[in-house]
């Protein structure tokens, strides 16, 4: 929870302006939350004492300002040429009003700017960029999810992409960016499905998220070979961080392959076989390099330096935390003994 009043404002704003964009009834109205949002978050980008997170929050600007301007361009030629007369196809101007949304959200093929944004951030800031900030984006991409090309497109190119792109990073942020973009082609595809679908994605990913920064940002770690040299005195953050990893990736004991298993379902129901295929393949792609990190630390020797210190001074982190893994770990189990019950 941020200290400084001017950080708690901006939050609060940020949060509104996603509001805004959620229960607004016109494009014009959804235009200024998106606005309102990207102004509150710039802020809390930036930093004096770090030169790359300034780098970091002038490109976040860059881009969130023209995918803005693209939005307010389409929607008034929208409103105008609709005076005159009606769009025959509705197709593509569903497909143009999507384009700067998915810029925004950070889907392939308009996800070049995420991983080097990513690198420059804090880690809450890492956070509320995967989390929140794809909030808006996708409630309103919602209201114009059909199952046609452009949208089957999308799809396959975030996971594609979130799988490929995550296999020779190092940097932790990255491995995060990528299974982001992973998570944001199965977020498109339950929105196919139905909202309900999409939602709860959403929130168990957010959990997931969360329950990883909230291990690693203590540490202070930022590459996969520093993952070996944590604290040999906090085995059970260990063990919480490596097995929410293999959740996040979608391995079957844990809660994050229960949206993968239920769209999965309905995917093959609505008959869209090719791309549940390609997205499960991908999806053992990102699982590979979650492995990778978690693999070595299982099964190797531990090494750990004479001056590493313990840094979970705080217990309330720690009881959080591990509230958080136990929900990954258990509920999986408490849905499918509901399902069977019921």
Known sequence: ?????????????????????????????????????????????????????????????????????????????????????????????????????LLKSGAAPFHWWFPSVMEGMSWMNCLLLMTMQKMAPMVLISY??????????????????GAVGGLNQLSIRKILTYSSINH???????????????????????????TIVMIIKPFNTSFINQTLLMNKEMITMKFMMFT???????????????????????????????????????SLMTLYFYLRISYSSFLMLHIEPKWNISYYKNNNLMKYTSMMFSLSMLSLMICTMMINIY
């Open 244 to 282: 929410t990893l293999l959740s996040m990736g979608g391995l079957p004991p844990f809660m994050g392959f229960l949206p993968k298993w239920i769209i999965i379902q309905m995917m093959i129901i609505n008959n869209m076989n090719t791309i549940m295929t390609t997205m499960v393949i991908m």
């Open 144 to 161: 114009m999810m059909k199952m046609n090309t452009f949208s089957s497109t999308i799809i396959l190119t975030s996971t594609i992409v």
């Open 184 to 210: 944001t082609g199965w977020m498109l595809a339950a929105l196919m499905i139905n909202e309900n679908m999409w939602i709860m994605y959403f929130t168990i990913y957010s959990m997931l998220t969360m």
């Open 1 to 101: 929870m941020p200290n400084n009043p001017t950080k708690i404002l901006l939050m609060l704003t940020m949060m509104s302006g996603i509001l805004i964009s959620i229960s607004s009834n016109s494009w014009i109205g959804a235009w200024m939350g998106l606005e309102i949002n990207l102004m509150s978050f710039i802020p809390l980008m930036s930093n004096n004492k770090n030169i790359y997170t300034t780098e970091s929050s002038l490109k976040y600007f860059i881009i969130q300002a023209m995918a803005s301007s693209f939005l307010l361009f389409i929607i008034m030629m929208k409103v105008l040429m609709e005076d005159m007369f009606t769009m025959e196809n509705e197709s593509i101007n569903t497909m143009i009003i999507m384009t700067p949304l």
